[in-house]
């Protein structure tokens, strides 16, 4: 590890130019970086882009050309290497055209901004770590849907377990680690060694199930495609989408808690989230235990596709406007089951039925108003009721009549006239009058004229003096 005070970043290639390991992610990559120069990550960003504070957001989340060639060309790396140590990486992968958008689905939030830090978006698995020659923190421990190790069949950390504090090497210092300990494991609060949880205390249980769909996750990421009952090969980008739409689902709006409770009386599933009234649920905010849940419910809910799904969606009464709701893009292995199995159409209300209903509305034998009848039929229904003849249509009542041609039909508003009174339009001779118009003035106006013409002089009102 070089000297702080010895160290140059302006030549051409860095002094230590370190390349990036297999999925590394970007952020640990740059640390790396920083701390083998003797610099912290922050002092090392301003030396090499002077003026832009890049900590500030989430630098796995960069999508900027000009640094990708920067770094490239300063560590003698390959741009595309480069460039597949970010999370932008995964778009048409595992989401597409999030390009100008500060989030994606299924990226764990980071804060690095935010003191202290409420977030825990950095997962890790602390076995890994400590078989690594040189340890790094892989990409896909920053994905929501990520929370086993295939290698090692435990659950993902997303916290240090002595002090609680979430993965934060950014603020990781070279000269307190000193020069045999330059190594990402330690946790920024307490100087724990995270490589040190690799024990049994920290090995929780992971049955097959739960193991063969992470397995099936990562394939299917790692491949772009996956092969889907009565749909064939579908891309993957599609696959998430749809899945991350079922999840989100779970936990979303009023109907949660309900939910939550069918999936432990259906599967014995449970799902350790408390939700709030009014407060909505993140996905990419949950802990590695609620989201390890909700994997495990989706997982049930994609055996047998569509049966289990549409018996589970029936039996607690999800319909296609809680299912699809507001998003405008579903894929359509998810779109159709939703449309054909799960779509309520509405009733056709029989004559009788409309009948009744205005009867009940109408009151001594007065008219009937459309706002009295929208508490409990809807403005199509009305209309097709009036069309019809089961009522009568309301008489329109006309602003006025014409004083030009004298015509009480067709007399439209026409907004206000210059002194504020309103105004109509006849639709007969296409003229523009004032019903009831009065000036208010007092007294007749007198112009008074400082030329006289043969002797005489114009006073208002047509005297002559």
Sequence with gaps: MNDANETDLTGRVWPVHLKPQEDELLS?????????????????FNLTWPGRYLLVRDPDLWNDQTTFELLARKTNTPQATVFATTLASYDGWLFVDRSRQSHAPWLLARHLNVRPQKWFGLQFCPWCL?????????????????????IHHVLLLDRCQDCGAPVCYERQSARELGDSHWALTRCHKCNADLRDLATKRYESSVD????????????????????MPQ?????????????????????????ASSLKAALWQNYAIDLPIEFVPDKSVSLERLNVAQRRA???AVWRLLQDWPDNFIEFCRANKLASHCLIGDTKRLPFWYWRVVREHLTKSARKLSNEEIISTVNYVHKEGSQTLAPELNQFLSHHIIRRARRAGLFAARERQHPGLCPYCQANKRQFKSGFSRHGTKQFRCGECGRKYQEDYVSGRKRPRTIQLSSEKNGCRIVSGGSLS
């Design 231 to 255: 749909n064939g090969v579908i891309y993957s980008h599609l696959f998430f989408s749809g899945l991350h739409q079922m999840m989100s689902k779970l936990i979303y709006g009023r109907r």
């Design 28 to 44: 640990s990559w740059l640390t790396r970086l920083a701390l083998a120069h003797g610099q912290t990550a922050a002092s090392f």
């Design 130 to 150: 400590a078989a690594d020659r040189e340890p790094y923190f892989r990409r896909q421990w920053r994905l929501a849907l990520m929370v086993l190790c295939p």
């Design 294 to 296: 909700l994997l495990r």
């Design 208 to 227: 097959a199930t739960e193991l063969e769909f992470q397995v099936l996750i990562a394939t299917t990421l790692s491949r772009g495609w996956i092969e």
